[in-house]
């Protein structure tokens, strides 16, 4: 799997002011908008344009826009809502599909209970938002259900990753046969026993909405 890691100031400077724990909710909301919206310029860097000509008042010119069908945003709920506004601020044509996936806190499985997604995807290329790359497992599971609709690549935007789920998304989709982007704004240490990114943020659905 082809990761980037977004190396810019900004892109730092957004991310330890989440990671503080005295960040309050509104705040961090903002923050993980305004950061998604960065990375996302990075993540679209291979998305699929048409060449066109327009003519400026003084002349012709050549240039490009958005190829059809458009690309799809696929949030994972919950925690991946909280990235949607900064993507599609960035790709305001792009469709949105919603993936409900949850992980079981006894055995850190993910289970689908939620989609709403076109039944074909062949031909697509997908955005996956998902905030924090853990154990791999969610995001897995959802790049793999995509790829069974017939996406034709997937690109993963993670505010923060764990090197246990980059290895567990390399294994698990070794055999996908398509092109599979993770991007991100930092690469944390590891994984604690209870499966949460260190240093990490702590909970990102718990600390964007609150404790439901
Ligand atoms: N999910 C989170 O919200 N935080 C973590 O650290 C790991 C998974």
Do not use: W
């Not at 190396?7 to 960040?23: E, G």
């Not at 039944?119 to 697509?124: A, N, T, V």
């Amino acid at each position: 799997m082809e990761t980037l890691v977004v190396d810019h100031p900004l892109v730092a400077h957004k991310l330890t002011a989440l990671r503080d724990v005295t960040t309050d909710s509104p705040t961090f909301r903002r923050l993980a908008d305004e950061l998604v919206t960065l990375l996302a310029y990075e993540a679209t860097r291979q998305v699929r344009v048409t060449e066109l000509t327009v003519r400026t008042p003084v002349a012709p010119a050549t240039g490009v826009r958005l190829a059809q069908p458009y690309p799809l945003v696929v949030p994972i709920l919950r925690a991946g809502l909280g990235m949607l506004e900064g993507m599609t601020r960035l790709l305001p044509t792009a469709e949105v599909g919603f993936l409900g996936m949850i992980r079981d806190e006894s055995t850190l499985q993910a289970q689908t209970y939620a989609t709403r997604l076109p039944e074909d995807l062949s031909g697509r290329q997908v955005y996956v938002l998902d905030p924090m790359l853990a154990t791999g497992g969610t995001l897995a599971a959802a790049i793999r259900f995509l790829f069974d609709r017939g996406a034709d690549d997937v690109t993963a935007i993670c505010l923060l990753a764990a090197p246990e789920g980059i290895a567990h998304l390399d294994e698990a989709l070794s055999d996908a046969g398509r092109p599979v982007r993770l991007v991100t704004a930092a690469l944390d240490e590891r994984l604690n026993e209870n499966g949460y990114i260190v240093p990490g943020l702590g909970d990102a659905g718990d600390r964007l909405y609150g404790v439901v």
